[in-house]
Structure formats: C-alpha cells, structure tokens
C-alpha cells in the first residue's frame, strides 16, 4: 500500500503540472477555438524567467548572457510571481501581433496555427541564442524543502518538492474556477466563448478579454514552468515542447475547451504516467523502451476518442439551425 500511495502522490504532483499547462491551451480555445502553440515556449521563458530573478548564474558557452546573472536575486516564492507576471505580458504580446492581425482580416484557422508554431520556434530559438541550449539545476524552493528533501504520508516517502508543486497547483486551480465562476470577469468569457460576436453587441470589450485571457494564460503556464522546473530542472529552450504534445492529449481527454475536463483530463495522465513509470508495463517498454511512461498518455487519449469522442467531461456540439 506505501508503494500505490508514494505513486498516487507523485501521479498528483505531475499531474498537477500538466492540467495547469492545459488549462492555458483550454481557455484560449474556448474562445477562439484555436490551439496556441505558442504556449509551451512561454511556459519554457517563465521557468527560465524565475530561475534568472533568483540571481542564479546562466549556462556556460560563448552567448549572450552565458555565466552571467542579476546583481540581486530574489527568493523563489517573489521571483516565480514576478516571472509569471512577465510571461503574461510576452503572451500578451503574442496575441497582440501573431492573433489578433489575423482575427481582423477574418483569416484561416491553419493560418493562426503557423502563426502560433512561428511564434514558437522564434521564442525557443532567442532563449538559446541568449543563455545556450545547457540545463540548469533544479530551483529551491523554500528552506524546509532543503531541510525536508523527503517526507514519509502513510508509510510512503514522497519528495517535499513534488507535495508542494501540487499544493501550488490546487491554489492556482481554485482561483481560476472562483475567477471563471465567481466574477464578472468569468461571466464575461463564458459569454464570449459561447458568442463572440453577440458579446461585442452586448457592450462587451471581446478584445479586452481575449488579451485578458492571454495575459492570464501566461501567468499559469508560467507558474507551471517554475514548478516544473523546481522539482526536475531547466532542460532547455525546447522544454515546454515535450510537454506541450501531452498538454495538447490533457485537453483532447478532458474535452476540448471544458476547464474541469483539463484538470481531470491532468491528473488521470499523470496517475498514469506514474504507475506505468513505476511498474513498467512490457507492451510500453517494448513499443518506446527508454520512456515508455509517455505513451500512456496518447494510449489513453485513443481509448477514450473510440468510446467518448467528446472527451471525459465534453460535450456534444449543439448543432445550430
């Protein structure tokens, strides 16, 4: 029972960082119905913003900010809220000139997705043209993280980092649904999500929200990112690529464009993930035998299209005559 439990506990804990890192792609579809591919290289910059605002040194390599750093730093806590608040004025800025452009002259969809893929590769490519490809050590927390590497919950011994990625992440969750369901600001992006156009009638700023929504968007995929990167490291300017394709499976699982359906869809991936992980499932290892725990999530997300083609808490479209 101690080895199921340390493994739901982990499960959560990475669980929690992807249904935060989908409900930024869930937002912003449900509005615009569009898939921000732009979105896992912001959650790359906010990892890399935090572990720069705590005055840690860069990578090694002859770039531009390579074995420099701030003459001040920050405590972890100070700097990830400042990292995240400058992520969400650089997703602000993504909506700015690759979305909105786009969204006047009334183009394609696909159009917007290049865009979006553009805009990701350029920020990817100016972080290592900046502080270089090499990873960089994990972030501490706060103190009784190094005090407490380890705490033992019921027999099981779990790292004191991944307990608190998913307290952070449980916060972040209920601020967003007391946000979406709570406020004006909620009702607002309900309506806008259902009808735009109706909205803008009505007397609501659609362009005001959407850039809301981004700014928004930002700010929790880059808390993510620093609680990713607290518990495994900086791996690199690509980081938020990876997870970006299992985000992609979270919000398809859950059901396109439902917040609930995001966090579940994040948590049934990660118990998964972490079981596989542990046990190591044959089939997996011989499909993908160095990492076979990242199928589970793409096994799972065509299991449930063949039986639920709406996603766990999806809808049905409502067809419109």
Not at 90 to 118: C, H, M
Request: aromatic share 12%.
């Amino acid at each position: 029972m101690s080895t199921v439990l340390q493994n739901v506990l982990n499960g959560l804990s990475i669980g929690s960082v992807y249904a935060l890192f989908a409900l930024g792609y869930t937002l912003i579809f449900s509005i615009l119905r569009i898939i921000n591919f732009a979105h896992g290289a912001v959650f790359t910059a906010g990892a890399y913003f935090t572990y720069a605002l705590m005055g840690k040194r860069m990578g090694g390599g002859s770039y531009v900010f390579s074995n420099k750093a701030l003459p001040f730093g920050l405590p972890f806590w100070l700097a990830m809220i400042v990292g995240a608040l400058l992520a969400g004025l650089l997703n602000i800025a993504i909506e700015r000139f690759a979305f909105r452009p786009l969204r006047k002259r009334g183009s394609d969809t696909l159009l917007t997705l290049v865009s979006s893929l553009g805009i990701s590769i350029m920020i990817s490519n100016l972080i290592q043209n900046l502080v270089g490809a090499d990873p960089l050590e994990s972030q501490d927390p706060i103190g009784w993280v190094r005090r407490s590497p380890s705490v033992t919950v019921f027999g099981a011994t779990v790292q004191s980092v991944r307990i608190l990625i998913f307290l952070v992440a449980v916060v972040v969750m209920v601020g967003l649904w007391y946000l979406l369901n709570r406020t004006m600001t909620g009702k607002a992006l309900k309506a806008v999500s259902e009808d735009a156009t109706t909205s803008n009638l009505l007397g609501i700023s659609t362009d005001r929200l959407i850039m809301f929504t981004f700014g928004l968007c930002g700010f929790v995929a880059a808390i993510a990112g620093s609680m990713f990167s607290a518990n495994f490291g900086v791996s690199g300017p690509y980081m938020g690529s990876q997870l970006g394709l299992i985000g992609l499976s979270v919000i398809i699982l859950g059901g396109l464009g439902d917040v609930p359906g995001a966090v579940l869809g994040g948590f049934v991936v990660g118990l998964a993930e972490a079981f596989v992980g542990a046990y190591r499932v044959p089939v997996l290892s011989w499909i993908w035998p160095q990492s076979s725990k990242y199928v589970i999530s793409f096994l799972l997300l065509f299991v449930v299209l063949m039986f639920r083609p709406q996603g766990l808490l999806g809808r049905s479209p409502i067809q419109k005559v």
